[in-house]
């Protein structure tokens, strides 16, 4: 069993698929090596050995483990003609970490490892720089001070020591930067690093260059469990037992002279996705200094003019890797005295926009099948190409930071208050609504700004729901935000500064990020290229899982059939409830004395609620219509000011104080459990009764034009099986003679958004033709777990890591899955047949979606601008869980 | 096949163990009549010929019985020597109900068929009494004419049509009361009655008596399916399919002249289980008399003067189904010409008190064995021993009612804030708290009354908790009253009447039935009599499962112990914040502005936590005590009043406005699932340290003081495993260095109370030495249902029958108890051995004590006065659960 893999010089003994055992560095490189591309030779110890020093302590390897570096190393050595520590024909190395998963700059590098007091002498000799030598070896006993012996700084606030000893040699030798140093200057560095080692380790730095290795490799071996990659890890759900690899490489230099460089480089624009050798290089350069951003790196095509031969080498390997990894590669090169050497290859990230045009491209030529498009596409990233975007090459500061509850981004002029924003959006301002939390009320505001900011909430309050339904962009959560809108001023606070925002000021919200920006950042508007439309006819193709909208209006139903919904999961009529020609008649319904008195002011509704549907069944001719019977608890459409108190108490011929009474009496202790939901009709059935007429009335005048009507008529907040056995004989009283006069065929389902209604799925289903998991209220009530309040506690669980994933964004697999499971199995065990779908806000997140597919939905259903993403999703679930044929 | 079951004249073709095929009456009728005792002799068509019926449509026999009644009719006419129809010696039966189930007054009876203008004469000639030939008819037609011929009031609140020609004919024969009528005008009734039927039916009466038979069979089958019987059995768990039997029988007249009587008779005292014959009786009436309450009856023992030879025969024939039966019973009896008739028997319903007697008292017998006696107590019953109650032989007319929150009855003067209450009784008043609902705050208040008295809340909510843990009255959810406390009044509204309280008005609740009197209602004290503790020695050799107690203070853990609690399940540290000098600490932890700020707070509770949990390892020594880390939202500690707003600040040095605005910013919208539970010790893990901290110094100290402690930690509202692993490590950090010290073992645990943790149980395990079931809140979320809140809506879910039995109250075993045992065989999956219990309010309520015991607990938690209730239930499912030997 061999604990190390050797590449380089025409050979190599991985390959790209050894990921888990070489990381992917390495094992990049080894394929490389094995397309006899340009590689400096070297090895990599494999994970393996990671996993083998966690497990027996720190620095303890495998016996056999010392006796394959020495013999991989001596490979190197014959293959460069130089030696490990020799006096005359040195060789330096580079100790780099490699995870199987890409953990950017978490863990340790070292380069120019080799050099000591007489290996230095020979390279500036060799080199003929003795500038060169003695750069590369401070360079050295910095890093390898700092990473493996431990000489840091003794708090965040306290400065770097080596940085503090380069600034007193450098005040010395009247050098403004680090490149005005000469030979004896970084000479003097030198020996005062080591002093300064001495003086903190008590020991001299290591002169020998084998204990340098070891040392170098035990310390990349253990940034592994360093706590910056371990909260890494644990953000992005990478397991802490896998291990890192360690490639041990032999040094290439870009900074031996102008004929030297060092850069990266796309073989396509990651922005853009156009087909071109994008990226930077800087000439006479170590790779380091490009992170650095001392000087201003050249764009790729200037070296066409400096070096063309290493440029079209560049060229033919960048084909070739993308050729053969049928990818867009990120690549990083060294060109040492004008002879190109790959360091490393990788996918390229890229934008939203350049990752739908790279796949499309590539299926043109040839290079990916359809199918292998589809799944190349991160449906999340959809999300750019769909809203405006803040330019990515001209970001300015955030001044606060919230959660990207709805991407996308917005300028606007700010405004405290719903009226205020509808007042100034009447001028033709553009307005950007901020509040400590929005309400159902604050609704025609946020319909009249362009975007919502709130210091409150979270990923699915209220302000994300409705903005995500808007298609509007929307942070919430911005913690560091203070809101006094009787005053209308608000405040940024933190990091003992205040920001103060008054009415009118111009603000910039990035709903993809949750960053937020005074004045005006510059934007890119959304581009739906003709690629977008090639990718998601393969996708529909692909996919089983059927895609539906939550709409409550005909302009929402619009937006979401012009992205491909077929149908609408879930219309919230209390949505419509909330317009100010209704809300009057909504009030006297819930404060009325008596059932008639409920029916009196429901009549008022009746002929409303029917002109809503009738119209959302027009936009919807021949795709089916979920609609959701009332659902909030009641005293969200309660008067709270005493304008809108005196105006009801008018309406209804009763004094103010009779109605601030109720409103008291109607206040709820947790109004998320509280009386709402099917309960309401439970107790007030003539609710139900009157939207159910509304909804079939609606069908039936529209049927008549001519249109294929497909009602599906939803119940929600069931509990027990026989509140719908109860509920489905009202609605069925009330509809069945319209629709059935009409031959219009309808359906009665039941959301199922309660732990108990999953538990006993299989005796709901006996009175249900469809499940609509409501999994927003299924989260909460699994979790235990208000979504208005978590934003107070669910930040510190997500940096903590005790949650990987806020669960209102991403469904919860383990806990709400789970159940959803049960739900499903017993629904099905009752009916096999059961229409089983999604109407939470996960029904647009791609994992939930995969989730949902996995679990044998037939549909999921999501707000508009989420119907191409969840599109995608549903094809590549579709895809991954195709048997290979 | 046979479709009925003959009894009477020395045979019997059922028995006692038939209820299913003959229901209770006639099973007990048959079993009567094979011990040859002085039963009429009749018939009972079984249930099996209702259910025919109920599938083939009404009125739709098998057929044979026709057959089959014929030859049983005849039997009886050989026996009685009469004839149905007959015209000199007309045979009269009885047609009733009797189902398996007992459904007192809900199905239909009928009384004197066979009677008709014929034989009406032959009864008068044969009885020698034409009036009450003529009372018996002119009842039958009525009867009849109601329950058969459908001739009823058009509504409720329209007089009965056979009342208001009673009515008629009383005036114009000058009649005051019935008995006044003579048989003329019984005659002109029986006329009138007839013609009324015409009226409405346009049919004659029916004259034949096969027909009048017929129709009242059918009709008595009907009956199990109206509304009232429907409504009945719904509430009280009987499935709708059994059906009812139907019982013919001789009528025999208690109404004949003054050797005549009937009555009821129940073999031992129902109140006190008095070994004595106890009851009464009307001379010369028929058995609705009795119901009717025209006539006051006289006691059982008056028989022995009026009718000796009778009364020597009950007494026999009681002592005889008592020995027979093994249990006390319930006769109904009727006397005819100075001979005994047998009508029904059946178990008696009892007091707690007499229940308990009985049980012992039939054991020192030699009836019943031990454990036969444990299987017959009813264990909720307890309660009415534990507490007293109001004298039920003085029992005035509620003002209002509401839910029998807990327990007793309690007399005191009304205030309307927790002050008024403290202050009231110190000056020696009894008061009792009235308020809209109670919060923490009002604690001191619950305290110093005597009873608690809310308009809003439910079985569990804070007050209810809080009051049962007491041991005090408490009746919640009292919808029609309205309290005014800032007016220091209170209203009880309804029926067009109000009715107002002011301070200091005596009231009187009885927390058994949620009943509120006005003044003082007559009580009778709580006498625990020596049988109890004869009944719980023998109930804790047959238990298998443990009972501990909930309790927050040394006195309730004194209570709980002298009940034999075993340990404390829960002991909520959050209790002891509420105290005077305890809260300003509390609330200068929570408004800290940071670590160091909560700190300093919290170091001022520590030496006062550290004595309290001292003080309960004292009370409980041997026994284990679980004490649940802080819980309740912080909010519910913050001063709300300016005065106490303005204390914080001056102690905390800061502005009263920055209170307010802290305060205001940590207001929830759903406290319940808000920053809680151990979510504050993610966010503040010196809170959970410093608890932890001070029951591990409290256990050392009394450890010192050679007593057994034995703390077990918990941690409460899990969700995710990472939570506790977390938050166990940080316990242990504290706790250790100190407890294993003073060699002091200790458990670390969990309460599981949230669908995700019993869904996840396997994992939460890995981290737990202990699981506790909180089935409030588990109930609250499984059905996203809060406790605070369901008082606007249960009522209804209960009284429309949508919700059979409050799931606050007892446990739901469909939803909650199928997560729970989810949870369990996950926690026993990891940890084989793992300890599981209860401690939410369901841990004193016998049918979850039950189910605990079905799933494998090791202990239920209750409030203190429902420990020995719980001890029987235990004992009671540990009995039912063996297998026969």
């Known amino acids: 069993m061999k604990h190390l893999r050797q590449f380089g010089g025409g050979t190599s003994e991985g390959r790209s698929k050894d990921k888990m055992l070489l990381g992917g560095k390495g094992a990049n490189l080894a394929e490389m090596a094995s397309l006899c591309l340009p590689v400096p030779p070297g090895f990599t110890i494999t994970t393996e050995v990671c996993r083998f020093a966690m497990e027996h302590g720190a620095g303890n390897y495998p016996a056999e483990l010392p006796g394959e570096v020495d013999a991989a190393l001596a490979r190197i050595e014959e293959l460069t003609k130089t030696k490990f520590g020799d006096a005359t024909h040195p060789m330096l190395v580079s100790v780099r970490s490699g995870a199987p998963a890409s953990m950017p700059g978490m863990m340790d590098t070292i380069l120019n490892l080799g050099l000591n ?10 080199s003929g720089n003795e500038r060169f ?21 003794k708090s965040e606030s306290d400065p770097d020591p080596f940085d503090e000893i380069l600034d007193e040699v450098k005040k010395q030798h009247r050098a403004n930067r680090d490149q005005d140093l000469n030979a004896a200057a970084l000479k003097d560095a030198v020996g005062r690093f080591k002093a300064k080692v001495r003086e903190v380790t008590g020991k001299d730095f290591p002169d020998d260059v084998k204990t340098q290795l070891w040392g170098a490799i035990g310390a990349v071996f253990q940034s592994w469990n360093n706590p910056r990659a371990d909260y890494y890890r644990k953000l992005n759900g990478i397991s802490a037992t896998i291990g890192t690899a360690v490639n041990v490489q032999a040094m290439v230099f870009g900074n031996l002279g102008d004929d030297c460089a060092t850069g990266v480089a796309f073989t396509r624009n990651p922005a853009t996705g156009t087909a071109e050798l994008y990226g930077e290089f800087l000439t006479n350069a170590q790779g380091e200094d490009v992170v650095a951003g001392i000087r201003t790196p050249e764009p790729i095509s200037e070296l066409t003019r400096t070096l063309p031969a290493a440029h079209a080498e560049l060229v033919r390997v960048a084909k070739l890797l993308e050729d053969h990894f049928r990818d867009m590669q990120d690549l990083e090169f060294t060109i040492m005295k004008g002879q190109l050497f790959m360091l490393q290859t990788r996918s390229g990230k890229r934008t939203g926009k350049a990752m739908v045009k790279v796949a499309v491209d590539l299926v043109a030529e ?11 596409i991160d449906p999340a990233k959809l999300d750019e190409v769909l809203h405006p975007t803040i330019d990515p090459k001209a970001r300015p500061t955030p001044v606060g930071k919230g959660l990207p509850a709805s991407p996308g981004a917005a300028i606007g002029r700010v405004v405290f208050t719903a009226g205020a924003a509808e007042e100034w959006a009447n001028r033709g301002e553009r307005v950007i609504l901020v509040r400590t939390d929005t309400s159902p009320e604050d609704i025609h505001g946020m319909k009249a700004a362009v975007g919502i900011l709130t210091a409150r909430g979270g990923m699915t309050s209220h302000s994300a729901v409705v903005a995500r339904g808007m298609g509007k962009c929307c942070v919430t ?18 990091g003992g500064k205040e920001l103060r925002l008054k009415e009118g000021d111009i603000i910039t919200l990035d709903g993809s990020t949750g960053e937020v920006f005074l004045g005006t950042a510059p934007l890119v508007p959304a581009q739906l290229a003709s690629e977008l439309g090639t990718l998601m006819k393969w996708v529909d193709r692909f996919r089983t899982l059927k895609v539906r909208t939550n709409a409550d209006t005909p302009t929402d139903a619009r937006t979401a059939r012009s992205f491909g919904a077929e149908g609408i999961g879930l219309c919230r009529t209390e949505h419509m409830f909330f317009q100010p020609e209704r809300i009057l008649a ?20 009746l002929p409303m609620q029917r002109g809503d549907f009738a119209e959302l069944f027009r936009v919807m001719d021949g795709l089916p219509v979920t609609i959701r019977l009332l659902d909030p608890p009641l005293h969200e459409f309660l008067p709270h000011a005493q304008k809108d108190i005196d105006e009801v108490a008018a309406d209804m011929g009763v004094s103010s104080a009779v109605i601030t009474a109720k409103v008291s009496e109607l206040t709820e202790a947790n109004p998320m459990l509280g009386h709402r939901g099917c309960r309401l009709a439970i107790t007030y059935p003539e609710i139900y009764e009157i939207q159910s007429q509304a909804i079939a009335e609606a069908a039936a005048e529209v049927a008549k034009e001519g249109i294929t009507v497909l009602p599906e008529i939803m119940i ?28 219009i065929p309808y359906t009665i389902g039941t959301m199922i958004e309660l732990p108990r209604a999953c538990v006993v799925a299989d005796k709901i289903a006996e009175h249900a033709d469809f499940f609509s998991f409501g999994t927003n209220d299924l989260t909460q009530t699994t979790f235990g777990l208000s979504r208005d309040d978590a934003g107070r506690f669910l930040p510190a669980y997500l940096d903590s890591g005790v949650l990987p994933v806020d669960p209102f964004v991403a469904l919860d697999p ?10 499903v199995r017993g629904g099905r065990a009752t009916k096999p047949k059961l229409k089983v779908g999604i109407c939470g806000e996960h029904g647009g997140e791609p994992s939930s979606v995969e989730l949902c597919h996995r679990m044998g939905f037939d549909y999921v259903s999501c707000s508009p601008f989420r119907v191409p993403i969840a599109r995608v999703a549903a094809a590549r679930a579709a895809l991954s869980s195709e048997k290979p044929s």
């Open 716 to 743: 929600p907040l069931v509990m027990v099986p026989e509140e719908l056995r109860r509920l489905r004989a009202l609605v069925i009283e009330a509809v069945d003679p319209i629709l059935s006069g009409a031959s």
């Open 477 to 494: 959560a911005c913690t560091s935000l203070r809101v006094d809108a009787p005053k209308k001023t608000a405040m940024f606070v933190g």
């Open 586 to 605: 909504v009030r006297e319904m819930i404060l009325a004395a008596d059932e008639a008195g409920r029916r009196t002011a429901l009549s008022k509704i």
């Open 133 to 153: 030598a003695w750069d590369c070896y401070r360079r050295f006993v910095g890093m390898y001070g700092e990473v493996v012996l431990g000489v840091t700084a």
């Open 814 to 823: 383990d806990g709400v899955g789970a159940l959803i499971e049960l739900g």
């Open 117 to 126: 007091d007489s290996t230095v002498v020979a390279l500036a000799n060799q």
């Open 366 to 376: 040839g290079k990916l099948t359809e199918k292998e498009a589809v799944l190349r």
